[in-house]
């Protein structure tokens, strides 16, 4: 019995925390990118993979959920002509809006190149995108089939195989295709040539990985496909629905979804225009690629990576906090809601100290040595790690929203908080020249905003009150104690011990203090430690200082 709750634990894990360490490898796959194509060709990458990343959104993660829902609803029934009806629908809808909008980027790419992003050389990287975004759209539907059947695990298991296709063939197609761009860059006498051919190769890199999920997709559906074929025969629906019908379900419930998933992610996109005309306003355009493909593909990344590890400790809550509103068992909700926030904190909150105090040896790894760009992305990281404490809370009460099914509310959190970001950007970039300065500090409100907004309609419908000593102020103590012992124990390995061991050192003492420092503030118990890595360590330290 305790291997059978082991294994569907394992298979839960699998399948809850597949988007976000998909996610996670997205971002990983840059700091190797920019080793190969160089910072300028991420910067021509960038406008590129924002567009697919966009789309897909769309196509891959809108389409997908509704259709899972909608299908989820019928075969609990047991409607399976209407369910195989809603497949059929939905895989025409979303056949036609891949084809529109990879016609769009085909067709549209050099004004998007020229425009959008200012970057004329990115044009090749956008045509690339063009098919994988069809090739997408065929994946968002199986994904959704295989959804509303109850088969997450398979849909998972099909999102780590194209990331790990992504990341593999973005590296090897960008190093291919940037060798024979320094070919052209030699006979035209023109070095960024190299680079734009290094984005290209890295585009179709990722448009081999569509291909790869969705053949194994198709795969997994042959296979599949006999053990629902008898299953109309047990059909209990009481009428045929009508493609109409469903075409409008599908619309319904797919464009609030879509539309709050662009809105929330559009912003990195918009950021490239704003950073790339402040840079040419201020005579610095010869240097405006290499700063951004700086900026995307090593600092982003490494403060991506950062919150996201922090959103893996409350992804779990999120469901359980909305079934248990569901099963209107308030009192279990709220107390469930509380330890979402206190993980949130213990987590995020360390994560972005340890991110502010370990800039220069973050940034060192990236670049193996000391440089006017490292100093820089060590600034930036220094500046913006607070990014992650607020983005991992927007995390948790999005999904919340999104789970208890409070759409309308979750658009509206994004919507504000996307044009406020664009406000501050425009004022700060276009109007006052600060750079990347400008565009980090609109981060910053995006994600607060965004944060506060969910918080605030989440809050209208659950009345809870937050727990603000256990559930913020001591994690924060804890973290900034901890911070301050990583930060002087970097001081003094940095310079004998090299970058890499002294992250390592520093950071394995600075988790250990920290978990301690909650032990003495009894944040955390017994209960807790034992579901940690390592815990029954802290549980023997504990009650030999006799905390427990």
């Known amino acids: 019995m305790n291997i059978q709750w082991l294994t569907k634990n394992w298979k839960n894990r699998i399948v809850l925390s597949a988007g976000i360490v998909s996610y996670m490898l997205l971002l990983l796959l840059r700091i190797p990118l920019s080793r190969v194509i160089g910072d300028e060709g991420v910067g021509l990458f960038a406008p590129a993979f924002e567009l697919f990343v966009l789309t897909t959104l769309v196509v891959t993660y809108g389409m997908s959920n ?48 020229e425009v959008l992003a200012l970057e004329r050389l990115a044009r090749m990287a956008v045509m690339a995108a063009a098919p994988s975004v069809f090739f997408a759209a065929l994946v968002g539907i199986f994904r959704g089939y295989f959804n509303g059947y109850g088969m997450g ?25 940037y060798g024979y761009g320094q070919k052209v860059a030699a006979l035209y006498q023109v070095e960024a040539h190299s680079y734009a051919y290094g984005a290209l190769g890295a585009m179709l890199g990722v448009f081999a990985s569509q291909v790869i999920a969705l053949l194994h997709l198709l795969l997994v559906y042959v296979i599949y496909a006999g053990a629902f074929k008898g299953r109309p025969g047990q059909d209990n629906s009481r009428r045929a629905e009508t493609r109409f019908e469903i075409q409008r379900m599908l619309v319904i419930n797919m464009a609030p979804l879509a539309a709050a998933a662009v809105l929330s992610n559009l912003f990195m996109l918009a950021d490239q225009r704003y950073f790339n005309f402040c840079m040419n306003v201020t005579e610095q355009g010869s240097v405006r690629t290499a700063q951004w493909g700086c900026y995307y593909g090593k600092f982003a990344p490494l403060l991506g990576i950062c919150a996201a590890i922090s959103c893996l400790s409350v992804h779990g809550w999120t469901g359980k906090i909305a079934n248990a509103y569901e099963r209107e068992e308030y009192r279990s909700m709220r107390e469930r809601m509380g330890r979402a926030i206190r993980n949130a904190s213990m987590v995020s909150f360390p994560a972005a100290v340890y991110l502010a105090v370990l800039g220069k040896p973050f940034a060192a790894c990236c670049y193996g040595r000391t440089t006017a760009q490292s100093a820089v992305l ?23 929203l999104y789970k208890m099914r409070m759409v309308r ?117 017994e209960a807790d430690l034992q579901e940690m890595p390592l815990g029954f360590l802290f549980i023997t330290i504990g009650r030999m200082i006799g905390v427990l």
């Open 378 to 400: 060590a600034g930036w990281l220094s500046k913006s790690a607070v990014i992650a404490v607020l983005f991992t809370f927007s995390f948790l009460f999005g999904q919340i």
């Open 153 to 177: 695990v398979l849909t998972a298991h099909s999102q780590y195989i194209e990331k790990v296709a992504m990341f593999a063939g973005a590296i090897l197609g960008g190093r291919a295709f």
């Open 66 to 113: 509704a259709m899972a829902g909608i299908i989820r609803y019928r075969v609990k029934r047991e409607r399976y002509r209407n369910a195989v009806k809603v497949f059929r629908t939905a895989f025409v809808m979303n056949l036609f809006l891949g084809t529109v909008m990879a016609l769009f980027l085909l067709f549209f790419s050099s004004w998007i190149a």
């Open 409 to 525: 509310e979750l658009f509206l959190s994004a919507a504000v908080s996307f044009v406020v970001h664009l406000l501050v950007a425009y004022f700060m970039t276009q109007r006052g020249h600060m750079g990347v300065d400008g565009l980090l500090c609109a981060l910053i409100l995006f994600f607060g905003i965004y944060m506060v907004l969910a918080f605030v309609f989440l809050n209208r419908r659950i009345k809870y009150t937050p727990d603000w000593f256990a559930g913020v102020l001591f994690p924060l103590a804890a973290a900034a104690v901890s911070g301050l012992i990583v930060y002087l124990l970097n001081m003094l390995l940095s310079g004998a011990a090299g970058a890499v061991i002294s992250i390592i050192v520093s950071l394995a003492a600075g988790l250990f203090f920290h978990i301690l420092a909650l032990m003495l503030l009894r944040v955390l118990g």
